[in-house]
């Protein structure tokens, strides 16, 4: 196990947990995607509940840094200290989720996308604290493994009260679980409400020109260690007809960092590290992000995104922040994890899906060979993000509406 897992073991048991008054809006959030997905929602709980407390809970050691760093500019942004605390979710044993409910005294639970676990939603239903799943999707292959259950995911979705879903796919699924037609609210999907700050906008230009500016540039973003070589192997083909070519590679996991970098040792490619905070020489032509929280930084950097977890049998990663930050994106034929996103970009000619690396080869070169095409793909995404918001709005909308009720 890793031993960052064990640091917050008795949180996880419900013990020694920090001194707290209770009476919280919880919000919990697996990782680290799911934080970063949920923070305008924070920014709007915590500016229209001045007087809630706020307990963020994670599942991962890497989720709970991303939190820490969220709540720390929270509490800047609102130029007073504020109760807003994070704390690891126990583990789903009876004992322990019973411990961590009569401790956080909750008026809401806000769970993002779709993580249940049975024993803490039994703990939130028999104290008649609602339960709001935020942001949520249920792809085909999740319902068939609730399906299977059925007598225990029959009773595991009778506990939820609301459910904000991305899309009707996801609404359909939902219904065939048990909850009723008027307990799901169709938002669309809440990772489009992205905005980037003026001061991010400024630190994505100055990495440009750290790095990039006078050479083509792609990111290869949340790759697995599966995908390392299948990259690797792309980018050296690409290197004989674009020689300035730089790859901004980034591992998913940071356990996976230096496996990444004698793959590149392996292949005779020169790198330098995120680490570093250097600007590559002309013989680097990769860059490994190795740094925490910093994806949407590098996607500025960066001309076209390739995002991971696509080429093999993962079901893709997050294909909204490089969109968001004006980049073509491509993804392997593997994106069962963010269909619904994936299918709106494709049909706003922004995301491209391939089936192999022989695919990726082709577009990457058809996009490099081809300025005013990535430029054309760039400004569609603006109309993507002006059609697509506006999701946070109506899950606010939810929780007024079930806090009032309680």
């Given at each position: ?19 707290y ?27 229209e ?76 239903s ?40 991305q ?109 570093e ?60 994890n ?10 706003h ?7 192999n ?50």
């Amino acid at each position: 196990m890793d031993p960052d897992y064990l640091k917050g073991l008795t949180h996880r048991l419900g013990f020694s947990l920090p001194h707290y008054s209770g009476g919280s809006i919880h919000v919990h959030c697996a990782s680290v995607g799911e934080a970063r997905a949920a923070t305008p929602l924070l920014v709007r709980l915590v500016k229209e509940y001045p007087s809630d407390n706020i307990l963020i809970t994670t599942s991962t050691p890497t989720g709970r840094t991303e939190v820490l760093n969220r709540i720390q500019k929270l509490q800047s942004d609102n130029n007073k200290q504020r109760s807003i605390q994070h704390c690891y979710l126990p583990i789903d044993w009876p004992g322990a989720c019973s411990r961590f409910v009569k401790w956080s005294k909750p008026k809401i639970s806000i769970l993002m996308e779709t993580e249940l676990w049975p024993n803490l939603l039994h703990q939130f239903s028999k104290r008649s604290i609602p339960i709001l799943l935020a942001n949520a999707r249920l792809s085909d292959p999740s319902l068939k493994r609730y399906q299977k259950h059925w007598p225990l995911s029959k009773e595991l979705f009778s506990k939820i009260t609301r459910v904000a879903a991305q899309y009707q796919a996801d609404r359909l699924n939902f219904q065939s679980l048990g909850i009723a037609d008027d307990a799901i609210e169709l938002i669309g999907n809440i990772k489009f409400d992205i905005h980037l700050s003026n001061d991010l906008k400024t630190k994505q230009h100055q990495l440009k020109q750290q790095w990039s500016k006078n050479r083509p540039t792609w990111i290869a973003a949340s790759i697995h260690p599966a995908e390392f070589k299948m990259v690797l192997n792309v980018h050296q083909k690409l290197l004989t007809r674009f020689p300035d070519l730089l790859l901004i590679a980034v591992p998913r996991h940071p356990e996976r960092f230096e496996e990444f970098k004698q793959n590149c040792q392996q292949q005779s490619l020169d790198y330098i590290c995120r680490s570093e905070d250097r600007a590559p020489k002309k013989n680097h032509s990769i860059i490994v992000g190795d740094s925490m929280g910093e994806l949407t930084l590098m996607c500025g950097a960066a001309d076209i995104a390739f995002v991971g977890g696509s080429l093999i049998e993962r079901g893709g990663h997050n294909p909204i922040e490089p969109a968001a930050c004006g980049l073509p994106v491509i993804m392997g034929p593997s994106d069962y994890n963010f269909s619904n996103i994936s299918q709106i970009l494709q049909k706003h000619n922004v995301l491209e899906k391939i089936k192999n690396t022989s695919e990726l080869y082709e577009v990457m070169k058809k996009l490099l060979s081809q300025p005013t095409l990535i430029h054309s793909r760039s400004q569609a995404t603006k109309h993507i993000f002006e059609n697509n918001s506006g999701a946070i709005n109506k899950i606010m909308a939810s929780v007024k509406q079930l806090m009032t009720a309680k």
